[in-house]
């Protein structure tokens, strides 16, 4: 980090930056919004934009878990910033890199999985992958993703958001060769116990080839993916 930048000395009371984590990881740090106040998303955000300044080519950076509150507060900062409210994300820089890699497909099994899979997507996109999310092709109508298995085929890593039985990531590993990313989803009646349900049917998978991420986690997920269709 340049000696001539330091971040505000009251930042140190709740947070502290990785603004090194590009350097180690080759990826930004996210900021994880629930559980902050609007008053500490305000000062992170400024705290981004003034370490931009002495940043010949900044990082995007991503806020996650972002409600239209937390979305206020980091626009009052960064104004270009981009939010989606589906997703629950802001990004800033509001473009995207370049893509480079391999491609990135992301599933969502029904339209209530879809906050989750476009948090994965949008993920994966500002981590500079060229990506395509395909939405509704749970396995309650198979002929959907069997459709796709041309996209589906021509993945480096495919991504699946489901709720309820959780079953369309193994059978979408049952059809392709890339490694598929399970996400559960808190989506489901009360035996789905919030995304427990389909958490454990998605570690029982029994096509290989599949791994899986928390519930909910979109963020997770689309990490993930930009990281395995990175360039080789």
Not at 212 to 224: F, W
Request: aromatic share 6%; with cysteine.
């Amino acid at each position: 980090m340049p000696d001539s930048w330091q971040p505000p000395e009251a930042l140190a009371d709740y947070v502290e930056l990785d603004h090194d984590r590009v350097a180690r990881r080759g990826y930004a740090e996210a900021v994880y919004c629930e559980g902050k106040s609007p008053a500490q998303l305000a000062a992170v955000a400024a705290a981004v934009a003034a370490r931009s300044k002495v940043t010949p080519t900044p990082s995007t950076t991503l806020f996650t878990r972002a409600s239209p509150a937390h979305a206020e507060a980091v626009l009052g900062v960064l104004p270009d910033a981009r939010y989606d409210e589906d997703a629950h994300l802001l990004a800033w820089p509001p473009v995207p890199p370049a893509p480079t890699g391999g491609l990135v497909v992301v599933l969502a099994a029904g339209t209530s999985d879809l906050a989750v899979a476009r948090e994965a997507y949008l993920t994966a996109v500002y981590l500079g992958r060229l990506c395509e999310l395909v939405v509704d092709v749970g396995v309650a109508g198979l002929h959907r993703v069997l459709a796709r298995v041309p996209l589906l085929r021509s993945a480096r890593v495919v991504v699946v958001a489901a709720g309820m039985d959780g079953a369309l990531p193994g059978v979408v590993a049952g059809l392709v060769s890339a490694p598929v990313i399970a996400v559960p989803t808190s989506v489901g009646y009360g035996a789905a116990f919030g995304g427990l349900a389909p958490l454990l049917t998605m570690l029982n998978a029994c096509a290989p080839g599949v791994a899986v991420v928390n519930i909910d986690n979109g963020y997770g997920a689309g990490h993930l993916a930009a990281q395995i269709a990175a360039p080789l």
